[in-house]
């Protein structure tokens, strides 16, 4: 289903019927995102449930359980928000500014890149492990 949905979205941008556009929901970009998504989730399906490749994937459960707080603290950028407040003389100077600038940015000479690998290693990993540290306490935020 998954690969049909791709299929169908990369047919109606590519032959310019109804072109992907975020902007507007088309339904191509619909296609796409649930076809991307659909695919995703049955590799996940497949390694996790049926290869039985539970190990390296611990970080995604840990978040599953405390996704509430994941949302709240991440998603909505308050503890972004909280870390960025602590600055030197000018507002830009700031930690998480200078991990991604130096550590990701500048290495990979590509703003998207480094923001992307970012967000991958960066933000993941680290509501991963306090997710983790939750899980072991035995501490979920529940509604």
């Known amino acids: ?29 619909v296609c796409f995102t649930a076809g991307a998504a659909g695919v995703v989730f049955s590799v996940f399906y497949i390694l996790i449930d049926i290869w039985g490749k539970r190990t390296p994937f611990l970080l995604f459960e840990w978040i599953g359980m405390n996704a509430m707080l994941v949302f709240v603290l991440g998603a909505q950028g308050i503890l972004a928000g909280f870390i960025n407040g602590w600055y030197y003389k000018s507002v830009d100077n700031n930690l998480v500014n200078w991990i991604r600038d130096h550590v990701f940015i500048d290495v990979w000479n590509s703003e998207r890149l480094g923001t992307l690998l970012y967000v991958i290693f960066v933000e993941i990993t680290f509501w991963g492990v306090i997710s983790g540290i939750l899980h072991k306490l035995g501490i979920y935020w529940k509604l």
Do not use: E, R
């Not at 299929?7 to 590519?14: K, N």
């Not at 072109?19 to 970009?29: A, D, G, T, V």
């Open 1 to 29: 289903m998954g690969v049909g949905l791709l299929i169908v979205a990369i047919l109606l941008h590519f032959t310019d019927a109804i072109p992907i556009n975020k902007q507007l929901y088309s339904i191509s970009y």
